[in-house]
């Protein structure tokens, strides 16, 4: 029971306090448009993906398997990107 003061009477009234309580949570996500910056790769990232690319070639030719002949076909679309 919650006791509140009726405006029109000194006296407190009574009243049932409501079945359900609910939270509401505000979330804001600010992004820094600002400064976002796209640049084009430097030549280090591109021969570094270069390397990647021969060295999972290197494994998937010297150690054939499902697993090496993934890591080769992300290492291609890796370097395709660039």
């Known amino acids: 029971m919650v006791q509140s ?4 009477s000194a006296e407190p009234t009574s009243r049932k306090a409501p079945k ?4 509401a949570t505000k979330v804001t996500v600010a992004f820094p448009f600002s400064q976002v910056r ?3 790769p430097s ?6 993906t270069k390397l990647v690319e021969d060295l999972a ?3 998937a ?3 054939p ?3 090496a002949n993934e890591l080769l076909r992300r290492a291609h ?3 395709a990107r660039h």
């Open 5 to 8: 003061i009726n405006r029109g």
């Open 20 to 23: 359900t309580v609910t939270s």
């Open 38 to 40: 796209i640049e084009e």
């Open 43 to 48: 030549e280090d990232v591109i021969a570094l």
């Open 57 to 59: 070639q290197c494994i």
């Open 61 to 63: 030719d010297c150690t």
């Open 65 to 67: 398997s499902t697993k």
């Open 77 to 79: 679309e890796l370097a």
